[in-house]
């Protein structure tokens, strides 16, 4: 069973920095791509960043220039470097692994940047 376990959120300040991490476990697979969503309160999940196994990646125009997607496919971990926090960067943030056509998600880890 694909087991996706999140870790690195926290409280920050605004214009400070978080790094989240993800790893997959339970696969013998490699994920074809990686990415990043979040939720803020009463607000639709949406997407933050995805890179895929070839090396390309997307942002969210709202994380760009800001946050960075990193991975590990060898080792199904996905890393996501966020800088110069915003408040409005507030929510869950949770991770997904495409592992052969279906994605898996992890269970989402708060982010909170204070003002």
């Known amino acids: 069973q694909v087991q996706l376990v999140e870790s690195g959120g926290g409280l920050v300040q605004a214009g400070g920095s978080l790094r989240l991490s993800c790893a997959a476990s339970?696969?013998?697979?490699?994920?074809?791509?990686m990415g990043w969503y979040r939720q803020a309160p009463g607000k639709q999940r949406e997407l933050v960043a995805v890179i895929f196994s070839g090396g390309k990646t997307n942002y969210a125009d709202s994380v760009k220039g800001r946050f960075t997607i990193s991975g590990d496919f060898a080792k199904n971990t996905v890393y996501l470097q966020m800088n110069s926090l915003k408040p409005d960067d507030t929510a869950v943030y949770y991770c997904?692994?495409?592992?052969?056509?279906?994605?898996?998600w992890g269970q989402g880890t708060q982010v909170t940047v204070s003002s």
């Open positions: 339970g696969s013998r697979f490699s994920s074809n791509d």
């Open positions: 997904t692994h495409n592992i052969l056509g279906y994605n898996y």
